[in-house]
């Protein structure tokens, strides 16, 4: 497709379950991001993968969350345990180079509802 | 810290009206800051600012940057009911390579 493409769109699941979001970014995009946006909130940085190098985990939250990029193409983001403040819209954005030199293209997200 | 912050929270207008919506930064090493617009689902992209002073336009939407006072606007002119979003700013820094936004400001537009 030409856009990023996340699955699922909606995921309801029982507290203590763990998840697994995925993210098909735009064929040949090099940098791939994660953001969770709660309800009225902005986005809130997750991790961020640019090509080959190690990602910058910085934003998960806790070690309940992770995530990978196979072949510097799709991602999965993995929620275990997951709790009720985990509920929130989880979105894939990629760029086709670095940022600051193309703009991010985002996914429809992943709305998350830990019940 | 990085730190991204938006003003208004939230905004109603009619019409016709004229709107500036507001973004300031306090960023290591700032690269270029972006400006999304929200609606329903993904964020779209509507300008990339790298340079102070150089006006970014397009159709009744344009932004400008400041980078010595650290802010930017996005004007938005003869508003429509089509204009309702979330408006979001984000800001790069080249050392950590994150792209941070802000809280993000809520625009309605009455007919």
């Known amino acids: 497709g030409a856009g990023v493409s996340q699955s699922p769109s909606n995921k309801v699941t029982e507290k203590g379950k763990d998840v697994e979001l995925r993210c098909d970014p735009i064929s040949g995009h090099t940098a791939l991001y994660w953001y969770r946006q709660s309800l009225g909130q902005g986005l809130e940085f997750l991790i961020y993968?640019?090509?080959?190098?190690?990602?910058?985990k910085s934003g998960l939250p806790s070690d309940r969350f992770s995530a990978e990029r196979t072949g510097g193409s799709v991602s999965t983001l993995t929620i275990q345990r997951t709790q009720q403040e985990d509920s929130a819209v989880y979105l894939c954005?990629?760029?086709?180079?670095?940022?600051?030199?193309?703009?991010?293209?985002f996914g429809n997200g992943t709305r998350l509802t830990v019940t | 810290e990085d730190k991204v912050v938006q003003s208004p929270l939230s905004l109603v207008v009619h019409e016709g009206d004229t709107v500036t919506l507001n973004c300031s930064y306090e960023?290591?090493?700032?690269?270029?800051l972006l400006w999304y617009k929200q609606e329903k689902k993904a964020p779209t992209f509507l300008f990339m600012l790298t340079s102070s002073g150089i006006e970014k336009k397009s159709g009744r939407l344009s932004s400008i940057l400041d980078k010595k006072e650290l802010f930017s606007i996005l004007n938005i002119t003869a508003t429509q009911t089509g204009d309702s979003a979330v408006y979001l700013c984000a800001v790069l820094s080249s050392n950590t390579g994150k792209l941070i936004f802000g809280q993000g400001t809520t625009l309605q537009v009455k007919p």
């Open positions: 960023v290591t090493n700032f690269r270029s």
């Open positions: 954005a990629s760029s086709l180079d670095s940022p600051g030199r193309s703009p991010l293209h």
């Open positions: 993968f640019q090509g080959n190098s190690a990602p910058d």
